[in-house]
């Protein structure tokens, strides 16, 4: 009798995460993953075509657990500094995580993997920018509509994404200061 899966596409994402984690990328293929998850090499091909798609298709995943966070974040009722420190936060994991297992060199190998890559980052920042103007027009601009005289919402969301980005990536930079100087630019929410 033929065994019943509850969540395939998960549990091939899953163990492609951790042969990728424990073994490395070398070690990442279609059989690897069927053996290990107990499934035919023909189930993962009915989700992925190949191992460019698969590892996209893990990045995707990434990406999705990181704004689940987001908006965990955006529906709490704490005030605007805290939930942009909690952004930061969860940032900084996230980014170390994706650091050490998607950015490596291997996945840059392949004129392919830089060019979906490069495409999937796009959509994935300007969502996260999304995010953050988000919360800013919630938390901000509802309530302090004379900044729309100085600032837009997505200048704004911009300027604090790409510099809570930047924090991240240099430890010379940090968060305490960039919210000193937010604060002088769009003062304590209302």
């Known amino acids: 009798m033929a065994r019943v899966i509850d969540d395939p596409k998960g ?5 492609a ?9 070398a070690k990442l293929s279609m059989r690897n993953i069927a053996k290990e998850a107990g499934l035919a090499v023909g ?3 009915n ?3 190949d191992k460019k798609d698969l590892v996209i298709g893990m990045m995707e995943e990434y990406w999705k657990k990181y704004f689940k966070i987001l908006e965990e974040i ?37 004129k392919d993997y830089v060019e979906a890559g490069i495409a999937r980052e796009e959509i994935y920042i ?28 997505r200048e704004l969301s911009e300027f604090i994404s790409m510099n809570l980005i930047t924090i991240v990536q240099m430890k010379n930079f940090n968060y305490e200061s960039f919210e000193k100087v937010l604060k002088i630019i769009i003062g304590e929410p209302s």
């Not at 549990?11 to 163990?15: A, F």
């Not at 995460?17 to 990328?25: M, P, R, V």
């Not at 998607?102 to 996945?107: A, G, I």
């Open 126 to 153: 300007g969502k996260y920018m999304k995010s953050i103007e988000l919360l800013l027009i919630k938390e901000i601009f509802n309530n302090k509509p004379e900044l729309y005289d100085k600032i837009s919402s």
């Open 47 to 49: 989700y992925y075509s």
């Open 74 to 110: 955006e529906a709490s009722e704490e005030d605007f500094y805290l939930k942009l420190k909690k952004v930061f936060h969860y940032l900084q994991d996230f980014i170390a995580n994706f650091r050490e297992i998607w950015l490596k060199v291997e996945f840059y190998s392949s």
């Open 17 to 25: 995460q951790n042969i990728l984690c424990k073994e490395g990328y």
């Open 43 to 45: 189930t993962i091909y």
């Open 11 to 15: 549990l091939i994402l899953d163990t």
